[in-house]
């Protein structure tokens, strides 16, 4: 039923959060050791998607600031899983009650209902633009191979 959310085989990729919950982010694994790693790379990439920059994306304003949680020493990748996440600040799941007993035309809140069987009524939970962030922070890691 459900596809997941992790991808790859030697490079694998897992996503996580959703829009209006604590955060997102993603877990990297088969980064080979002594990579160097940093968070400015990462940030570098998460800025240029980052929100509110323009007038056709979302005027929620996040700072899309990336932590990198493990897989990290001194600027250089351990060869263990690599956890990065960007905290939420400016969710307001409020501004979503209409959509709890309607679906959102040109959204993907039906699909949702029909994938995972319950409605993420808050933002559109993991088929928000915000779930791409886990995406962006592992191409960020990716580009250092």
């Given at each position: 039923r459900m596809a997941g959310s992790t991808y790859g085989t030697c490079f694998r990729v897992t996503t996580f959060g959703?829009?209006?919950?604590?955060?997102?982010?993603?877990v990297v694994d088969g980064v080979p050791p002594r990579?160097?790693?940093?968070?400015?790379?990462?940030?570098?990439?998460?800025?240029?998607r980052r929100p509110g920059q323009n007038?056709?994306?979302?005027p929620r304003k996040e700072s899309d600031?990336?932590?990198?949680?493990?897989?990290?020493?001194?600027?250089?990748a351990l060869g263990t899983p690599i956890?990065?996440?960007?905290?939420?600040?400016d969710q307001r799941s409020?501004?979503?009650?209409?959509?709890?007993?309607?679906y959102r035309p040109s959204h993907a809140d039906a699909t949702y209902?029909?994938?995972?069987?319950?409605?993420?009524?808050?933002?559109g939970g993991r088929s928000s633009a915000r779930e791409t962030i886990g995406?962006?922070?592992a191409g960020g890691i990716a580009k250092k191979l």
């Open positions: 959703e829009s209006h919950g604590k955060g997102v982010g993603c990579l160097p790693v940093d968070e400015e790379a990462v940030q570098y990439e998460l800025d240029r007038r056709l994306t979302t600031t990336c932590e990198i949680l493990s897989g990290v020493f001194d600027g250089k956890a990065v996440v960007v905290r939420n600040q409020g501004d979503y009650k209409e959509m709890s007993v309607a209902d029909a994938k995972y069987g319950v409605r993420a009524i808050a933002g995406r962006v922070a």
